[in-house]
């Protein structure tokens, strides 16, 4: 499973409440905001959410990827 992880930069206060929460590496610092350099990383556990009071992070499951192939061999299975 995919996550796909937003910080909306205009709402972020710069606590560092998320970097330090998640266990992922997810979040870094830039220009004194949160920014999520490794969302690839993100593990769907939401505790960045739950941690951040002015409500900046969003994430959002993307399902997986599958190639055609992968889908082509599923389809003759199923």
Do not use: H
Not at 13 to 24: Q, R
Not at 39 to 67: D, F
Request: proline fraction near 4%; include cysteine; charged fraction near 25%.
């Amino acid at each position: 499973m995919g996550f796909n992880v937003t910080l909306d930069r205009e709402k972020c206060t710069g606590c560092e409440e998320c970097l330090e929460l998640c266990s992922s590496g997810v979040f870094d610092m830039q220009n004194g905001r949160a920014v999520p350099v490794k969302p690839k990383e993100c593990i769907g556990c939401e505790s960045c959410i739950e941690v951040c009071e002015p409500n900046a992070i969003s994430i959002e499951e993307t399902g997986v990827q599958m190639s055609d192939q992968c889908q082509a061999l599923l389809r003759g299975i199923l």
